[in-house]
C-alpha cells in the first residue's frame, strides 16, 4: 500500500446453516456468507501517531494510537466499546501509519450474522493486512478473542475469506479445510428472522461452554473423534450433554453437506430442527423468544426445517423453506432472505 492511497475493503456477514459450537472443538461446520456486510476504508497518514475511526453505526469515534499492546486488559480501557474490535485488529495488524478510517455497515449488530467478524477481516484488508486465506482468517479470529476476551472458534473469519458465490462451504475446523457444496437456489431459500433479542458474545456464558466441551476433550480426547457410546459413559451430567451435541452435530453437518448436494432437502431440514433440539436442550444456548420463533416457523407450510444460527441467547433464527412462502406471513418481523455470496476484498 503505497503512502496517501486510499484503500476500500468490503468483508461479508455469514449465516451458519448448520453445525453451531462446533468449531472450537475442531469439528465441522457449514456457513455460507451472505450480501449484507462492513465496508471499511482508511486514508493513510504518515504523521498520524493514531487511527481516528468513525462508524455508520455509531455516534461516536475512537481513536486508537498504533502501538496499543496485543493485550485484552489493555483494549478493554478503549472507550467506545465499538472500537475495541478495531483496536484489536490494529494490534495484531500493526499498521505503518496512522491515518483515518471509515466503517459503513448493513449487517444487524447482535443478531447472529457475524458484524464483530465482518468488521475485522474488512478493517484488516483496509490496514494493509498482508495474509490471504485461512492465514487472514487466523489473524482475525485472534482480534476478537483480543477484543471480547472470549476463547471463540475459527467458523465466523474463515467462512468470510472463504465464501464462493451460489456456494456454502463445509469447513473443517480442526485442519481449516474448505469444501464448497453448491446451493440448488431453485429450489429452497434461505430466511434469517430476527428474534428480537439482542446479545454480546463476551456477556454470555459462550465462554462457560468452551470450557465445559474443554473438559470433555480433556475426559475422552478430541470431540470430533469421539463416538456417542464414549459420551454415553462421562458421568457429569452436564459435561455429558454438553459433549453429546457436539458429537450430534458433527454428524448432523456432514449429513446436511451430502443432503444439500442430492437435493434431499425435506431430510435436510429434519436436521435442522434436530440441531435446535439439541443446541436448546444439551447445549443449552437457546432462549425463549428463539425457542417461540422456531417452533413458529417449523409450524408453517412449506417451511421444510428452522434452527437458531449462531452462537444462541439470542440472535437470529435460520428456516430453510420452499422459495417464496414465508414473504407474507413474516410481515413486519424483520427477516432477511439471504443467498450465498462471495467472500472478504479489498474493493
Same mark, same amino acid.
Given at each position: 500500500?503505497s503512502?496517501?492511497?486510499?484503500v476500500?475493503?468490503?468483508a461479508?456477514?455469514?449465516v451458519?446453516?448448520?453445525?453451531?459450537?462446533?468449531?472450537y472443538?475442531?469439528?465441522f461446520?457449514m456457513p455460507?456468507t451472505?450480501?449484507?456486510g462492513?465496508?471499511a476504508s482508511?486514508?493513510?497518514?504518515?504523521s498520524?501517531?493514531?487511527?481516528e475511526?468513525?462508524?455508520s453505526l455509531?455516534g461516536?469515534?475512537g481513536?486508537?494510537?498504533?502501538s /496499543?499492546?496485543?493485550?485484552?486488559l489493555?483494549?478493554?480501557?478503549v472507550?467506545?466499546?465499538?472500537?475495541r474490535?478495531?483496536g484489536?485488529v490494529?494490534?495484531?495488524v500493526?499498521?505503518?501509519?496512522g491515518?483515518?478510517?471509515e !466503517?459503513s455497515s448493513d449487517?444487524p449488530?447482535?443478531?447472529?450474522?457475524s458484524?464483530?467478524?465482518?468488521l475485522?477481516?474488512?478493517?484488516?484488508?483496509a490496514?494493509?493486512?498482508?495474509e490471504?486465506?485461512r @492465514?487472514l482468517?487466523l489473524?482475525c479470529? %485472534?482480534?476478537?478473542?483480543l477484543?471480547?476476551?472470549?476463547?471463540?472458534? /475459527?467458523l465466523?473469519q474463515?467462512?468470510?475469506v472463504s465464501?464462493r458465490?451460489?456456494?456454502a462451504?463445509?469447513l473443517?475446523?480442526?485442519?481449516?479445510?474448505? &469444501?464448497y457444496? @453448491?446451493v440448488p437456489?431453485?429450489?429452497l431459500?434461505?430466511?434469517?428472522?430476527d428474534?428480537g433479542v439482542r446479545?454480546?458474545?463476551? @456477556?454470555?456464558?459462550?465462554?462457560l461452554?468452551?470450557?465445559?466441551?474443554?473438559?470433555?476433550a480433556r475426559l475422552?480426547?478430541p470431540l470430533?473423534h469421539?463416538?456417542p457410546?464414549q459420551v454415553?459413559?462421562?458421568a457429569?451430567h452436564?459435561? &455429558?450433554r454438553?459433549?453429546?451435541? !457436539?458429537?450430534s452435530e458433527?454428524? &448432523?453437518?456432514?449429513?446436511?453437506?451430502g443432503?444439500l448436494e442430492?437435493a @434431499?432437502?425435506e431430510?435436510?431440514?429434519?436436521?435442522?430442527?434436530e440441531s435446535h433440539?439439541?443446541l436448546?436442550i444439551?447445549?443449552?444456548?437457546?432462549?425463549?423468544?428463539l425457542?417461540?420463533?422456531?417452533?413458529?416457523?417449523q409450524?408453517?407450510p412449506g417451511?421444510l426445517?428452522?434452527?437458531?444460527?449462531?452462537?444462541?441467547?439470542g440472535?437470529?433464527a435460520?428456516a430453510?423453506? %420452499?422459495p417464496?412462502?414465508l414473504?407474507? %406471513?413474516?410481515g413486519?418481523?424483520r427477516?432477511w432472505?439471504?443467498?450465498?455470496?462471495g467472500g472478504? &476484498?479489498?474493493?
Open positions: 500500500m503512502t496517501g492511497e486510499r476500500v475493503a468490503f461479508p456477514g455469514r451458519n446453516l448448520i453445525g453451531d459450537h462446533t468449531d472443538t475442531g469439528g461446520a455460507m451472505v450480501g449484507l462492513t465496508e482508511f486514508q493513510p497518514d504518515p498520524a501517531p493514531a487511527i475511526v468513525t462508524s455509531e461516536e469515534p481513536r486508537i494510537p498504533l /496499543i499492546p496485543a493485550q485484552p489493555e483494549l478493554a480501557m472507550l467506545p466499546e465499538w472500537a474490535y478495531v484489536a490494529v494490534a495484531v500493526r499498521p505503518t501509519s491515518g483515518k478510517a !466503517v449487517l449488530v447482535g443478531a447472529g450474522l458484524s464483530s467478524a465482518a475485522e477481516v474488512a478493517l484488516a484488508l490496514l494493509g493486512a498482508e490471504t486465506g @492465514e482468517a489473524t479470529q %485472534r482480534a476478537e478473542q477484543a471480547t476476551g472470549v476463547k471463540t472458534g /475459527i465466523d474463515l467462512a468470510i465464501g458465490a451460489g456456494h462451504m463445509l473443517d475446523c480442526g485442519t481449516l479445510g474448505v &469444501r457444496v @453448491e437456489t431453485d429450489e431459500e434461505f430466511v434469517v428472522v428474534s446479545r454480546s458474545v463476551s @456477556e454470555t456464558a459462550y465462554g461452554r468452551e470450557a465445559e466441551c474443554a473438559e470433555a475422552l480426547g470430533r469421539v463416538s457410546r454415553d459413559g462421562i457429569d452436564v459435561i &455429558r454438553r459433549a453429546r451435541h !457436539v458429537v458433527n454428524a &448432523r453437518v456432514l449429513a446436511f453437506a443432503m442430492r @434431499e432437502l431430510e435436510a431440514g429434519r436436521l435442522l430442527d433440539r439439541s436448546a444439551d447445549f443449552e444456548v437457546s432462549v425463549p423468544e425457542d417461540e420463533l422456531v417452533t413458529w416457523l409450524g408453517l417451511v426445517g428452522a434452527r437458531l444460527t449462531g452462537a444462541g441467547f440472535g437470529c435460520l430453510l423453506a %420452499r417464496g412462502v414473504g407474507r %406471513r413474516l413486519t418481523r427477516h432472505v439471504v443467498a450465498p455470496g472478504a &476484498r479489498r474493493c
